[in-house]
């Protein structure tokens, strides 16, 4: 019973860390700049223009926030999402500071830690001597101690795939990396586009039933609203929880009920990494499912699925192989 406990524990704090309230996102298009999708996206013009040596953005959280140094040299990320889209962009050298999950790219394991992702070392993190803070929708007291300390500090929450895009627009703006984010959003929106292409067509009767499972004890699953059912959509299924709202339990009845063709569990999270993946292939009262008959059960790594950030369309990419093989 206590291992449970620390299970869960662990992925509610996964979740916290990286789950975001992911909408059905218009297709990607060609063009370089992501269209902003709602009133609290960053205001962002794509230029290739040299940036002002000051100037004003608005972050993800309405904040107006000055600019005035257009090269960091000293930045610290408050997130793996964020950190992820620094070493996208080319970034990793001027990174100061990280939180104890950031674990992709395996450079990041080497920065020094500013603490915990939910409980940052604020002493820490100013004694590093910040020219630049990404921070989330988590550290909002934290944005303030900073900023009081007369540091630069810049909130990114992305809802939706368009938001990631935009995050990482903003990020290149306020490096002085327009060019570089330019082109990863440019390749990110390709991809994007090569699987929407192929399943936006595809009838009712075409899609596959999907199943997300994050956790087995409860059954815990991914529904309307989540980065995994945003996925699911794009790549050509149909959440079997979309009738749920966010990330929520669900009965093993329910699960028989929708009889699922495809199921996809989260793994690679802590010690019970790939309980959930072996509580669906093992439980016997799932063993009539659509998916056990025909060996259509998977694993992903959660950090994909989860973070808003550049891999974010590897996942796609992952949810697409495993759910319509037939039309890669």
Same mark, same amino acid.
């Given at each position: 019973?206590?291992?449970?406990?620390?299970?869960?524990?662990?992925?509610?704090?996964?979740?916290?860390?990286?789950?975001?309230?992911?909408?059905?996102?218009?297709?990607?298009?060609?063009?370089?700049?992501?269209?902003?999708?709602?009133?609290?996206?960053?205001?962002?013009?794509?230029?290739?223009?040299?940036?002002?040596?000051?100037?004003?953005?608005?972050?993800?959280?309405?904040?107006?926030?000055?600019?005035?140094?257009?090269?960091?040299?000293?930045?610290?990320?408050?997130?793996?999402?964020?950190?992820?889209?620094?070493?996208?962009?080319?970034?990793?050298?001027?990174?100061?500071?990280?939180?104890?999950?950031?674990?992709?790219?395996?450079?990041?394991?080497?920065?020094?830690?500013?603490?915990?992702?939910?409980?940052?070392?604020?002493?820490?993190?100013?004694?590093?001597?910040?020219?630049?803070?990404?921070?989330?929708?988590?550290?909002?007291?934290?944005?303030?101690?900073?900023?009081?300390?007369?540091?630069?500090?810049?909130?990114?929450?992305?809802?939706?795939?368009?938001?990631?895009?935009?995050?990482?627009?903003?990020?290149?703006?306020?490096?002085?990396?327009?060019?570089?984010?330019?082109?990863?959003?440019?390749?990110?929106?390709?991809?994007?586009?090569?699987?929407?292409?192929?399943?936006?067509?595809?009838?009712?009767?075409?899609?596959?039933?999907?199943?997300?499972?994050?956790?087995?004890?409860?059954?815990?699953?991914?529904?309307?609203?989540?980065?995994?059912?945003?996925?699911?959509?794009?790549?050509?299924?149909?959440?079997?929880?979309?009738?749920?709202?966010?990330?929520?339990?669900?009965?093993?009845?329910?699960?028989?009920?929708?009889?699922?063709?495809?199921?996809?569990?989260?793994?690679?999270?802590?010690?019970?990494?790939?309980?959930?993946?072996?509580?669906?292939?093992?439980?016997?009262?799932?063993?009539?499912?659509?998916?056990?008959?025909?060996?259509?059960?998977?694993?992903?790594?959660?950090?994909?699925?989860?973070?808003?950030?550049?891999?974010?369309?590897?996942?796609?990419?992952? !949810? !697409?192989?495993?759910?319509?093989?037939?039309?890669?």
């Amino acid at each position: 019973m206590k291992n449970n406990l620390r299970r869960i524990g662990l992925v509610l704090l996964v979740i916290a860390i990286f789950s975001g309230t992911l909408t059905a996102c218009s297709q990607a298009t060609e063009s370089t700049a992501p269209a902003p999708v709602s009133t609290t996206t960053p205001t962002l013009t794509q230029t290739q223009t040299p940036t002002p040596i000051s100037f004003t953005i608005t972050d993800h959280f309405g904040r107006v926030v000055t600019i005035n140094n257009t090269n960091p040299q000293r930045i610290i990320s408050l997130a793996p999402s964020n950190t992820e889209i620094l070493f996208a962009l080319g970034l990793g050298d001027r990174i100061v500071g990280v939180t104890d999950f950031d674990n992709y790219p395996p450079e990041a394991t080497t920065k020094p830690s500013i603490g915990n992702y939910t409980e940052p070392n604020i002493e820490e993190i100013i004694a590093k001597e910040p020219d630049l803070v990404l921070a989330t929708e988590e550290h909002e007291t934290e944005m303030a101690q900073l900023e009081s300390r007369g540091i630069t500090v810049v909130g990114l929450y992305p809802k939706n795939m368009d938001d990631i895009l935009a995050s990482i627009i903003l990020v290149g703006k306020i490096t002085g990396q327009n060019k570089e984010a330019a082109a990863l959003v440019a390749d990110m929106q390709k991809r994007i586009k090569t699987i929407t292409d192929k399943t936006s067509t595809l009838s009712a009767a075409q899609k596959k039933r999907v199943f997300y499972i994050i956790w087995h004890d409860p059954i815990w699953t991914a529904g309307g609203g989540s980065f995994a059912d945003t996925l699911i959509n794009m790549a050509g299924g149909i959440n079997i929880a979309g009738d749920l709202s966010g990330y929520a339990d669900i009965s093993l009845e329910a699960v028989i009920a929708a009889n699922p063709e495809v199921i996809i569990a989260g793994v690679g999270m802590g010690t019970g990494e790939d309980l959930p993946l072996e509580y669906i292939k093992m439980e016997p009262r799932l063993e009539e499912l659509d998916a056990r008959q025909n060996n259509r059960i998977y694993g992903v790594n959660m950090d994909i699925i989860g973070r808003p950030g550049p891999r974010i369309v590897a996942a796609l990419e992952e !949810f !697409f192989r495993l759910i319509h093989p037939e039309l890669e």
